[in-house]
């Protein structure tokens, strides 16, 4: 039984997908109802099982209705990924709000959904797991994390926040079967812009993978991830940080400047 968090779209979507394909009974959730029911529908019809519930997780008690929900109609809580993510600052780097300019309402709707309701869903799945024997809690990261961008403000600092949360839970319930990792994800691209990458190698998607794997990286990357997380094959890995980058942060600023004007058909011999 799995409950994955803004699975409406994108990454979310994919894995409440996968997830489903392998078994799980899964809680699709998010402020979207339609896509939700979307989402649910296209399990449904792969022969999965799955549900929707809408939270708004800028509110606690919403969040903590919704893992109540989770454990209520499936009886149990086995995989919680904390995937949503604010949109409400751009998270643009160079265009995104600097430190200076952040305002206090945009810092207080990227710290909820992006720390804090994260933080309340592990707060009410952590008993349900400890007294069920075990669990897995994926909290989904990014490269931003770890090291910061440019503008980057708010998000960078809850994507680190994040990061710590699951060595937090890890520290304190690993003992008990609770196991917490996170997945910090690079350059993910819609699979259509994907696509459009492999059609037309001067798009401008190839700018914006200066990375040792030339391609940008898909929704599904993530959620394989995410599977190996949730899965028995992973029992002895907790509170480590998987980079799902595409070697990016592998390379230093030299390399990292080569591989762009590579993909902007500019030699760098
Ligand atoms: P996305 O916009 O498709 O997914 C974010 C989801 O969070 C959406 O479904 C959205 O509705 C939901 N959400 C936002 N605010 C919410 C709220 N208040 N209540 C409930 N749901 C809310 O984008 P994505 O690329 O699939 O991102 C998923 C996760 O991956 C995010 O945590 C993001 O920070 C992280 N990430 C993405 C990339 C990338 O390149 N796409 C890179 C690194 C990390």
């Not at 403000?153 to 699951?166: E, F, P, Q």
């Not at 949730?230 to 480590?240: I, K, L, Q, Y």
Request: net charge negative.
């Amino acid at each position: 039984m799995a409950l994955v968090t803004g699975s409406t779209s994108g990454i979310g979507r994919a894995t409440a997908r996968l997830f489903a394909e392998e078994g799980a009974k899964v809680v699709v959730t998010g402020r979207r109802r339609k896509l939700g029911e979307q989402v649910v529908g296209e399990i449904e019809s792969a022969g999965g099982i799955a549900v929707y519930y809408e939270a708004d997780l800028a509110d606690s008690q919403k969040t903590r209705d919704l893992v109540r929900f989770t454990v209520d109609t499936y009886g149990r809580i086995d995989v919680l990924v904390n995937n949503a993510m604010s949109h409400i600052v751009p998270w643009g780097g160079a265009e995104g709000p600097g430190l200076l300019i952040t305002s206090d309402d945009d810092w207080d709707a990227m710290m909820a959904v992006g720390v804090k309701a994260p933080f309340i869903a592990c707060q009410e799945a952590i008993p349900h797991m400890v007294r069920q024997g075990g669990g897995s809690i994926i909290n989904i990261s990014s490269i931003r994390g770890l090291v910061a961008m440019r503008n980057g403000g708010a998000y960078d600092v809850a994507k680190a926040g994040i990061l710590n949360l699951s060595r937090q839970v890890t520290v304190d319930f690993a003992r008990h079967g609770v196991r917490a990792n996170t997945i910090s994800p690079g350059w993910i691209q819609s699979d259509q812009a994907h696509d459009q990458f492999s059609e037309d190698p001067a798009s401008v998607g190839n700018t914006l993978v200066p990375q040792p794997i030339r391609r940008p990286g898909r929704y599904i990357d993530i959620a394989y991830a995410a599977l190996f997380l949730a899965s028995d094959e992973s029992t002895f890995v907790a509170g480590a940080n998987l980079l799902v980058d595409g070697g990016l942060l592998t390379q230093n600023g030299f390399d990292i400047r080569r591989a762009t004007l590579d993909a902007e058909g500019q030699s760098s011999a």
